[in-house]
């Protein structure tokens, strides 16, 4: 017997191949009246990378942009304006695509998380957030190597104990 969606949680990295996926968790929204967790992980750098910028910037220099970057994705996700950033730009126009489509969806919660782990952080907030299902955006190259997005769509894949809906990009 399948299982009733309650909770959505929308993973997305705000690019161009997540705004055809929000649609989906708008629509799977609208139609069993889930509420939607979006969430969006700023993945860490390494720490020698993390370290050589430090030393190049200043500590404070290199603070101050981590705070201004996590100021912008969070105020993409819910929808501020701030013309200047690509997170904003990306989330509305998938909001956007979704609103225009008559979707009648609820976002519950806006996440930004930080970790080197993006999997994992995925992971442990359909667990925290009692998700009933996990959509996440692919791309064309979704199961050959390569890219990030690529490997956090596989690695949700495996890890995860409920289901997990991976939508292509539109062509």
């Not at 996926?21 to 390494?46: D, K, N, Q």
């Not at 904003?88 to 970790?115: N, P, S």
């Not at 999997?119 to 359909?126: A, H, L, Q």
Request: glycine share 6%.
């Amino acid at each position: 017997m399948a299982r009733e969606i309650k909770k959505i949680l929308f993973a997305t990295d705000l690019s161009d191949n997540c705004r055809h996926a929000f649609s989906y968790a708008a629509s799977l929204s609208s139609r069993y009246c889930a509420g939607i967790v979006l969430l969006h992980v700023m993945e860490e750098l390494p720490d020698s990378v993390d370290a050589t910028i430090r030393g190049f910037i200043g500590e404070e220099k290199w603070e101050l942009l981590h705070k201004e970057h996590e100021h912008n994705a969070r105020m993409a996700l819910i929808g501020k304006k701030n013309n200047q950033t690509m997170l904003h730009d990306a989330m509305a126009d998938f909001t956007k695509e979704a609103r225009t489509a008559d979707f009648d969806y609820t976002v519950d919660k806006i996440l930004v998380k930080d970790g080197r782990h993006v999997v994992d952080n995925i992971i442990e907030t359909s667990v925290l957030e009692s998700c009933d299902i996990i959509i996440i955006g692919s791309h064309k190259g979704f199961f050959s190597s390569g890219t990030s997005l690529g490997q956090v769509a596989k690695g949700v894949l495996k890890q995860s104990k409920i289901p997990v809906m991976v939508i292509p990009p539109v062509e």
